[in-house]
């Protein structure tokens, strides 16, 4: 980037160093530090509010700029007046589910059936749209890296702080439709890498699948109520399954696959406040 951008750095009493890295930062900077792990969501709302420009990219820790197209998302968000996500790739070069499409409806039980890569265009838009190529609307964006107006995010909340960690992009997608912003994934504008999983590094893997879970099923009973979000669970324990089988008859690893099984068995929507803005 060419530094003509504001960096805000909130640091959630971290343990290393990054007062010193932001301050290596070329252009206007600016490094607020909490005095707790106030959780992702409430960092990010202190850097939304900190910042000063009227379009905003709330980016990750883990997250790895690899070109000077963050200018270009800004561009499209402030555009449409609307959330706006990257291609996310991991490091090795896969990309990263990062835009999802409807979490209640039929659509879950066609993504739980029918593997996305062999979906036409048109149910895969609906099912798994960061396979696509092209800028297309979506449900959601992982918060890994999201654009916005500045205005739009302050409207918006903009994260629930009741959600510490492991939901509040959904929630804020699907709060954003209610209030007719739209949220869309723009592969062809921009890329980041994520490293993902450091926020979790100190959890094994099945709490952290059952936190998971839990948290995304509060967050999707609050939005649609305890019939759909109740149906949406059963398809994503019917996908699950049905990758668990696949991997299994393919002998490739899915310990991922059968631990975030065990945790949807388990997990439980405890209670959400009224989100932000109610």
Known sequence: ??????????????????????????????????????????????????????????LNPDAVIVDS??????????????????????PDGSVQPSASGPPVGVWPWIGALVPG????????????????????AVAWLTGACVAAPRGVLRELGPFDPAIHLYGEDMDLGLRAARAGVGSWFCPGVCTVVHRGGASASALDARDREHRVAATRRAVVRRAYGKRRERAAWLADRLKLRMRV?????????????????????????????DPPGD
């Open 117 to 136: 890569a062999i979906q036409p265009l048109a149910v895969r838009a609906r099912t798994e749209p960061w396979r696509l190529e092209r800028t297309i």
């Open 1 to 58: 980037l060419d530094g003509g951008q504001e960096l805000v750095v909130v640091d959630n009493a971290s343990s290393d160093d990054p007062a010193g890295s932001a301050g290596a930062w070329k252009g206007e900077a600016r490094f607020i530090a909490l005095d707790r792990n106030a959780g992702f969501g409430t960092a990010a709302n202190a850097g939304v509010e900190a910042s000063r420009h009227p379009g905003v990219v709330v």
């Open 245 to 273: 089988i696949a991997k299994g008859a393919l002998r490739r690893d899915a310990s991922r696959e059968r631990d975030a099984l065990s945790a949807t068995r388990v997990a439980r929507p405890g209670p959400l406040p």
């Open 69 to 90: 197209s963050l200018d270009r998302l800004v561009e499209v968000a402030l555009t449409r007046r609307a959330l706006a996500g990257p291609r996310v790739l991991n």
